[in-house]
């Protein structure tokens, strides 16, 4: 009897440190101190847009010999809220707002914050309670329906099912303090465009064009770099669009957004365009496509009637001649 009595001691006595414990760390856990927390993305950032104002491979209507424009995506200054309209322009490009909060050299989970309709009172700001310390702020606002998917500070993925389309983010390195903790961040875009319109019409008979561009190209984007992530040997993009809603007998453009693995790169982009059986009727190839980031390039010329000489050349309102300027035959090869 006496020996059971001392097991239930033992156990009793246990089972108390264990509740100790367990308070001991909840106190701790209370004892964690946070501070309020604001974020505000669209009070200061680029207003005008340039030729980036295309949507997701819309078909457009625009004529004008293979003529290939480096303009930048980024035609305005920089501007505040105190400028018209700023903000509104800012919600009618972008859709979507997805933020995350990295805990630097810390246990804690990421944070993140999803606001998927521009509309709503709010949109553009944040604000929540966070512990003391210093983290990693990644934001990407976005025109796409699903939820962007913010990895890690080096790895932000955008939805497979749908088109890669204009988009901005924002890399910041904060630290939250006692008190009141406000941050104005900055967007910035990391995306670059590739267009090809075309001179002549769209005769009846076709049914989708589609468009492959190789190199150091892709679709998932590193924050903390501010480039695309690019496999070794570089990546294959592709689009295709149905010309099924398209009007016959106007000319029409195609727009490709990529991100690059570094300032400038130097792709081959194919175009096949199929009839209503599904044969190429054509196909272009070009070897040396420049993209720049940030900025558009522009090729224009027949796409679905066969031409002489595709004149190629390079011109940029925003910065200095490149000296890129090239001659291409029908067959894309560098004259």
Known sequence: MNKMMKWLFVAVAFTGMCACSGEDALQQSSQVETSSVSFSFFDSTVEKFGEANLSNGAMEANGGS?????????????????????ATTWKKRFTRLDIAIIPVNSSRKIQYI??????QDGFGSATLRLPIGKYKMVAIASKVKGEVNIVSAEKVTFPENE??????????????????????????????????????NLPVGFSNIEASLVGNVSRVFNPTTGYGVVDAGGNTHNRSWSLAK??????????????????????????KIYNIDNEVAKALHFDQVILQQNHVTT?????????????????????????????????????
């Open 66 to 86: 293979i003529t290939r424009a480096g303009d930048s995506l980024l035609t305005g200054d920089v501007q505040t809220r105190a400028d018209d309209n700023t």
């Open 163 to 200: 088109k890669l389309d204009d988009m901005a983010y924002v890399c910041k390195d904060i630290e939250v303090k006692s008190g009141s903790n406000t941050f104005n961040c900055k967007l910035e875009r990391a995306i670059s465009l590739l267009k090809f319109k075309s001179t002549d």
């Open 246 to 271: 398209a009007t016959s007998g106007k000319p029409l453009s195609v727009s490709i957004y990529v991100f690059l693995a570094s300032e400038k790169e130097t792709i081959q982009a194919d175009l």
């Open 299 to 335: 090729y224009t010329g027949p796409l679905f009637t066969s031409g002489s000489a595709f004149e190629f050349t390079f011109e940029n309102s925003d910065l200095l001649k490149s000296g890129y300027d090239k001659t291409f035959g029908d067959d894309g090869l560098t004259k």
């Open 114 to 119: 999803h606001q998927a309709d521009a509309t």
